[in-house]
């Protein structure tokens, strides 16, 4: 069981995030001060969908992972502990953060200043995600990892 809610537990969290992250960009870039308050006072409902499934996948990642200190399984849990600090350091604060800001019409320097630094944040986390699930796929052979050959 646990080999089927890691990897979709895993999926969901990463689109998750990439909805958030895109839902902003696209609202900043071409929406209107309505859209924007739309979506940042929506991403904190996210967090209800986003939370369980980063932690279905990390709960069921160490479990699967057995306590490994090489290989890929312990490349992915040391992205971990970088994910996790992200999320709850920065992103959910600023989340949190830009909800109330945006609600109260605030579109100032601090609002901006933050929402840059969510955006730095989630990209990261995106990053990192995706790199584990990139590993995730080489470690059940569904990705095959390409050779360098010589060049001529």
Known sequence: MKKLIHPVAGVIAL??????????TLS??????????????????????LIPALAAAGGTGFSLA????????????KRMPMIAANGLLIL???????????????????????????????????LLLSLNMRDGFRMTGRL????????S
């Open 66 to 77: 057995r306590g490994r200190t090489k290989g890929l399984a312990a490349t992915k849990l």
């Open 92 to 126: 959910i604060p600023s989340a949190l953060f830009l909800a109330s800001k945006a609600k109260a019409g605030e579109f100032d320097t601090a609002f901006y200043l933050v929402q840059a630094l969510e955006l730095i944040a989630g990209a990261v986390n995106l």
């Open 15 to 24: 689109l998750t995030i990439a909805a958030f992250w895109l839902s902003t």
């Open 28 to 49: 900043e870039l071409i929406g209107s001060k309505a859209a924007v308050v739309t979506v940042k006072t929506a991403i904190p409902w996210g967090f209800l969908l």
């Open 144 to 151: 095959k990892v390409r050779s360098k050959s010589p060049q």
